[in-house]
């Protein structure tokens, strides 16, 4: 079946360090691709997308790219703040299965990143 | 403010009890979900319900229920809680995925 694997953290940082977050899936056929951040006591919200391969999803600084070759969907950010300390999903969709558009999302086990002043 | 509404956000059971975590939208979408939410596992998709009047299992469906009661109630019932299904439910609700789901702020369940 499908999946979502996830570098493991926790993943602790200085303030204003380069962040990379790892993901790779395993899919049949070419899935859409998306990053969803959980803040402490809140549910999840997405934060990026991308729906086809070499697409480059970005938000909020953050930025993904969709690389088919590998099958990644790697996080990156140039410069973390306090406040992008969070727990954050990769998750993968088939948005167009059975003729429907409700497409279920198969998440990763998700990362931990904790950003220091 | 509009979104997925979920209660009660906190409840302690007994092995054996029974329990129906209630789930509201006011964004007039199509499809619901429920996942539960485990340390290093990620989120795991119990039932969904892509239409009001149609609901389908997901991973994990055994020991759980699930009613839509009409376009935006979605509920989730324990109906013999066992301690395996402590954890965090969160039910979600999205027009199309690809504009992403919404997320409620979840249901810390303890089962002991």
């Known amino acids: 079946g499908d999946s979502v694997t996830q570098m493991e953290g926790p993943v602790t940082l200085s303030e204003e360090a380069f962040l990379t977050i790892n993901c790779t899936y395993t899919?049949?056929?070419?899935?859409?691709l998306f990053w969803y951040v959980q803040y402490p006591g809140e549910g999840l919200q997405l934060l990026l997308k991308?729906?086809?391969?070499?697409d480059k999803g970005s938000n909020k600084g953050f930025e993904a790219t969709y690389r088919k070759e590998t099958t990644s969907f790697h996080l990156e950010k140039g410069s973390v703040q306090v406040s992008d300390s969070a727990v954050y999903f990769c998750?993968?969709?088939?948005?167009?299965?059975?003729?429907?558009?409700?497409?279920?999302?198969?998440f990763g086990q998700g990362t931990i990143l904790t950003v220091h002043p | 403010n509009a979104g997925v509404t979920q209660t009660p956000k906190f409840q302690v059971l007994k092995t054996g009890q029974s329990m129906t975590l209630q789930c509201a939208q006011d964004?007039?979408?199509?499809?619901m979900y429920w996942y539960r939410q485990d340390p290093g596992m990620g989120l795991r998709l119990i039932y969904y319900s892509a239409s009001e009047g149609t609901t389908d299992k997901g991973e994990v469906p055994n020991g759980y229920n699930v009613s839509r009661l009409n376009k935006r109630e979605f509920s989730l019932r324990l109906e013999s809680a066992a301690p395996s299904q402590t954890s965090v439910y969160f039910c979600a609700s999205s027009a199309q995925v690809l504009y992403g789901y919404t997320f409620g702020s979840g249901t810390r369940l303890t089962v002991v």
């Open positions: 991308a729906t086809k391969a070499d």
């Open positions: 964004m007039n979408h199509n499809s």
């Open positions: 899919a049949t056929g070419y899935p859409s």
């Open positions: 998750a993968l969709s088939f948005p167009n299965a059975g003729g429907t558009s409700y497409g279920k999302l198969t």
